[in-house]
């Protein structure tokens, strides 16, 4: 008791008995009339309580004016939302059921294409879900809409979501001029760069003027990322800034305006490296078998180069010509190759033999330029490479061609190599897959368990073909889920996890069937 209480003998009594026990105390009350005192002891201190301040209740939450989910779909987010939380199978073992946790992505993005509003109830668990994976982000918040920035407001936990929101207030329109340049000047980093990215998608040119017009009052790192949200809507447009940007302070700013400037061919910028790059590159027609690619790469990388964004310093274990060759090669525009060697295509100038062992360190950067100024005949010569053989490499090669030549090309390539290279090329292929594509896989994963292969060496492959394959093909995968007799090579026990493994592909393909059903809209 504190010196500002009142000294309470009623209570000290009661508590006197409840440590001592009734039995032990001769002449007191019995245990219940023990419990009927605190009863009523209780009632009378609380009446007695003085009222507490006001609690300024927080504004009512926005009115979502999306359509609201079929209620079937809603029982399923709540099942996706739950099988999120739901402990891993013991012993690792994942058994012939769905992991619906990995299908709540492809249901938030499809129903984020239907236009859907997020159930209020749902709301806590989307956010606690996007808090805990950072994949879920950009799809989990824009389902859960301003209702879900409104109660992320009076959690601290759920403070992420209003970081890439402006806060979690409103943006103005981007029509409205006045209210745009006074968010733009006095609004936080965050609003400020999400304000950017809004005005820039609606009208790539004010979006480039807001920028401009505080560009020399920018904080370096600011500047780099406001640089870089220069990259929607990118054109010949943007030259004059970004020329004025390879002057900055900052070496990673000017190397960003380079980056931008050498997407655009034709930029000075990009004439520049061409005309350095082709004095570095030539065509050899002094060999005995045949034309070849001379290269002598250069001696100094100058201020000028400096000035255009090179990076002088080459990283740990690289030589700084080849260094400084790479860089020029990279930022040039390809349409300068055919001229310079030969009026050949792509496919032709990626089959010449190029001397002194600069063929790795040439078709490297030829493919870096070919997915920044995303050229699939470039991308389409390159993959064909010897020298091509790194798969990051590869993926980004073939994120430039359509979706059906990249399905057709990785296809071909599980065909041929199997699926032990393939999972990293398969993620850059739309989904769901094209049936060439899916056929592929399927097969590929037929012949690993007729070849008794490790059964846990494809699970990688697996999860992604329950992702990604369309779920119309789960009736013909019916066949390929009876459990086989085991051959003397195979792996213990792996006749077993094959036929679950194929038990769990045509389960979730069937789920996703009926998930994506929920959702279409069905006329009232």
């Known amino acids: 008791m504190t010196d500002g209480e009142r000294r309470d003998p009623m209570q000290e009594e009661l508590v006197a008995s409840a440590l001592l026990g009734t039995g032990r105390r001769p002449g007191g009350p019995g245990a219940e009339a023990v419990l009927d005192a605190a009863a009523v002891h209780a009632v009378r201190r609380r009446a007695g309580l003085r009222a507490g301040a006001p609690v300024t209740l927080p504004e009512p939450a926005p009115y979502d004016e999306r359509a609201p989910l079929p209620g079937a779909a809603r029982r399923r987010l709540a099942q996706l939302l739950a099988g999120r939380a739901a402990p891993a199978p013991a012993g690792g073992r994942r058994g012939a059921a769905p992991d619906v946790a990995e299908l709540l992505p492809q249901w938030l993005a499809a129903a984020g294409r239907y236009g859907y509003r997020a159930p209020a109830s749902a709301l806590p668990a ?297 999972f990293q090329l398969l993620g850059v292929c739309a989904v769901p897959w094209a049936e060439p594509l899916g056929r592929a896989v399927v097969d590929a994963l037929d012949i690993a368990r007729d070849a008794g292969s490790y059964p846990w060496s494809f699970s990688g492959v697996m999860g992604l073909a329950e992702r990604c394959l369309d779920p119309g093909a789960a009736g013909r995968l019916e066949a390929l889920t009876t459990l086989v007799a085991e051959g003397e090579d195979a792996a213990p026990g792996a006749a077993g996890y094959w036929s679950e493994a194929f038990q769990r592909l045509v389960s979730t393909l069937r789920l996703r069937g009926a998930m994506h059903e929920e959702l279409v809209p069905h006329p009232r």
């Open 126 to 422: 989307l956010l606690d879900a996007a808090r805990a994976r950072t994949d879920l982000r950009p799809a989990a918040l824009a389902f859960a809409g301003p209702r879900g920035l409104w109660l992320a407001r009076q959690n601290p936990e759920w403070r992420f979501a209003l970081r890439g929101a402006a806060g979690g207030a409103a943006l103005p329109p981007v029509g409205d001029h006045g209210a745009v340049r006074r968010l733009w000047d006095e609004g936080l980093f965050a609003e400020r760069v999400a304000l950017l990215a809004a005005v820039r998608a609606a009208d790539p040119a004010a979006g480039r003027e807001l920028l401009a017009a505080t560009w020399a009052a920018e904080r370096a790192e600011d500047r780099l990322m406001f640089l870089d949200s220069l990259r929607a809507g990118l054109s010949d447009a943007d030259e004059e800034f970004l020329e004025t940007a390879l002057t900055d302070r900052s070496r990673n700013v000017r190397s960003t305006a380079a980056e931008l400037l050498s997407a655009l061919p034709a930029s000075a910028l990009a004439a520049r490296m061409a005309d350095r790059a082709t004095s570095c590159v030539a065509l050899d027609r002094s060999g005995d078998g045949g034309p070849g690619v001379f290269v002598e790469a250069p001696h100094e990388c100058d201020a000028a180069m400096q000035r255009d964004g090179l990076v002088c310093t080459p990283p740990p274990g690289r030589g700084e010509r080849s260094w400084w060759l790479g860089q020029l090669v990279e930022y040039a525009p390809l349409s300068c190759w055919q001229d310079r060697l030969g009026g050949r295509t792509p496919a032709e100038i990626v089959a010449l033999p190029v001397a002194d062992d600069w063929q790795p360190e040439l078709h490297a950067a030829w493919s870096r330029a070919a997915v920044r100024q995303r050229d699939a005949a470039w991308s389409r010569a390159l993959l064909g490479s010897p020298s091509t053989s790194s798969l990051a490499e590869r993926a980004k090669l073939l994120a430039t061609l359509e979706e059906d030549e990249r399905a057709e090309w990785v296809a071909d390539f599980v065909s041929a190599h199997g699926l032990s290279e393939a």
